[in-house]
T-cell receptor
Framework: KAGVTQTPRYLIKTRGQQVTLSCSPI?????VSWYQQTPGQGLQFLFE???????NKGNFPGRFSGRQFSNSRSEMNVSTLELGDSALYLC????????????????FGPGTRLTVL | AQTVTQSQPEMSVQEAETVTLSCTYD???????LFWYKQPPSRQMILVIR??????QNATENRFSVNFQKAAKSFSLKISDSQLGDAAMYFC?????????????????FGGGTRLMVKP
């Protein structure tokens, strides 16, 4: 079974631009969660999508948004980029269902490294 | 809201020795899951071990074991016979069982991480 894939792996943008990151979950998984990882704030939950609906949201400004398609692939978008948005963005996929096997484990992708100049 | 704290930013261990990484958490829930994830330099997060709060028995996975103290809200990871490949960032994480069991979410709350160095 193929793992979680994220594209692109590296991205350089300038302040004020917008960016779209993509995450393809493991086949059959319906939940995709996004996390931001920075040296200062650590790993922080952005949002989770399940069956094309946002099921949970972290404490991030509205510039951060996402969506999920019918094939469970997910995209996250950051508009009006700021220097502080430079981070590793990780997505994780799981079945998303109560009682899903095993323990509804989340499988992480390799991440997208975003640098904002 | 739940919080997870890892008080050791860095630890080092001699190859073949044993090391224990600490994690404490705060929650008002009675049912939850706890995890240890490993993040090597490749940045790929890998699940090391999990513990269900309702289970008294400590989880074990080969050289990795946990010491789960529910009353103290403590969840430490013990790595035995440390190997060079164990060098990585280790994150402790919490997940609500209520959210999961009610299809209400799958959010992980992470600690700040501990960088483990293994000396040959």
């Amino acid at each position: 079974k193929a793992g979680v894939t994220q594209t692109p792996r590296y991205l350089i943008k300038t302040r004020g631009q917008q960016v779209t990151l993509s995450c393809s979950p493991i086949s059959g998984h319906r939940s995709v969660s996004w996390y931001q990882q920075t040296p200062g704030q650590g790993l922080q939950f952005l949002f989770e999508y399940f069956s094309e609906t946002q099921r949970n949201k972290g404490n991030f400004p509205g510039r951060f948004s996402g969506r999920q398609f019918s094939n469970s692939r997910s995209e996250m978008n950051v508009s009006t980029l700021e220097l502080g948005d430079s981070a590793l963005y990780l997505c994780a996929s799981s079945s998303g269902l109560a009682g899903g096997p095993p323990y509804n484990e989340q499988f992480f992708g390799p991440g997208t490294r975003l640098t904002v100049l | 809201a739940q919080t997870v704290t890892q008080s050791q930013p860095e630890m080092s261990v001699q190859e073949a020795e044993t090391v224990t990484l600490s994690c404490t958490y705060d929650t008002s829930e009675s049912d939850y899951y706890l995890f240890w994830y490993k993040q090597p330099p490749s940045r790929q997060m890998i699940l090391v071990i999990r513990q269900e709060a309702y289970k008294q028995q400590n989880a074990t996975e080969n050289r990795f074991s946990v010491n789960f103290q529910k009353a103290a809200k403590s969840f430490s990871l013990k790595i035995s016979d440390s190997q060079l490949g164990d060098a990585a960032m280790y994150f402790c994480a919490y997940r609500s069982a209520f959210e999961m069991n009610n299809n209400a979410g799958n959010m992980l709350t992470f600690g700040g991480g501990t960088r483990l160095m293994v000396k040959p």
